[in-house]
Structure formats: C-alpha cells, structure tokens
C-alpha cells in the first residue's frame, strides 16, 4: 500500500483513476499490489505479490502443453476459405461438424471456431425464422 500512495502523489493520480487503471488489470484491492508503474503510454503495469499471482503449468511441475491458435470458419454465416485451408480442413468436414450439431446448412451458422482437438465450437443465428435456441 505505502508503494501506490508514493505512486499516486507521483503521477498525480487521484485515487479513482488509480483503482480503474488497477481493476483494468484484474486487481480489485490494493493488497494484491507489489509494484505499479505507470508506462509513456498512460497504461498501467502491475507486478501482484506472489501470493496472489497465478500459478502456472511450470509453478504446479506439469509437462508443457501444445498451444493452438484457434481460427474462425464461419462467419455470419460465410465460410472463411482462407482459414479452412490454413488449417488443412474441408468444406465437407465442416458440413459433417455442424451436422452433427444439429444444423443442416452453413448459413445457419452465425460463427463456428475451430481448435486443434476440440469439438468446433458454434454459435447459431439467434430468431432467426423465429427459432428459439437452447445453447
């Protein structure tokens, strides 16, 4: 705490402004503040006390886990081609994905996302013809 009223009287920060730039980057109470530095930029950087940063894979000793990207392969409705191939994905397992969802045709689709080992992820068009979804 004595380290952000030094960095409040500082920066001529009222105490408001400080707790929007803080919430901003998840920090709902002071305590949990180590170090505060207020960039060029006017953005705020936050080092949490340890107690409070989260832990990660190499904190908790587990195996690396493959990061992928996800991609959208429709949107509102359009098939994106350029990601299907990015990906080395079909039309057809695309169609064979959303039918299995329970839809018949790509334009039923707002937006469907693809993630390397997970199911495609669709989000319908909501009232469309008057439906109601049940996500």
């Given at each position: 705490m004595?380290?952000?009223?030094?960095?409040r009287?500082k920066?001529n920060?009222?105490?408001?402004?400080l707790?929007?730039?803080l919430?901003?980057k998840d920090v709902?109470?002071?305590?949990?503040?180590?170090?505060?530095?207020l960039?060029?930029?006017g953005?705020l950087?936050?080092?949490?006390?340890?107690?409070?940063?989260?832990p990660?894979?190499?904190?908790m000793?587990?195996?690396p886990?493959?990061?992928?990207l996800?991609?959208?392969?429709i949107?509102d409705?359009?098939?994106?081609?350029?990601?299907?191939?990015e990906?080395?994905?079909?039309k057809e397992w695309?169609?064979?994905?959303?039918?299995?969802?329970?839809?018949?045709?790509?334009e039923?689709?707002?937006?469907?996302?693809?993630?390397?080992?997970?199911?495609?992820l669709?989000?319908p068009?909501?009232?469309?013809?008057h439906?109601?979804w049940?996500?």
């Open positions: 004595h380290l952000i009223l030094q960095f009287k920066n920060l009222d105490l408001d402004q707790q929007h730039l919430r901003v709902f109470t002071l305590q949990e503040v180590e170090f505060a530095i960039e060029a930029n953005e950087s936050v080092l949490k006390k340890s107690d409070y940063q989260t990660t894979r190499k904190d000793k587990l195996s886990k493959e990061v992928n996800p991609a959208a392969l949107n409705g359009e098939l994106i081609e350029d990601n299907l191939r990906k080395n994905l079909t695309v169609m064979e994905q959303i039918n299995a969802q329970g839809f018949d045709r790509i039923d689709v707002f937006y469907a996302e693809y993630e390397k080992g997970e199911d495609l669709i989000y068009f909501l009232n469309r013809n439906m109601k049940d996500g």
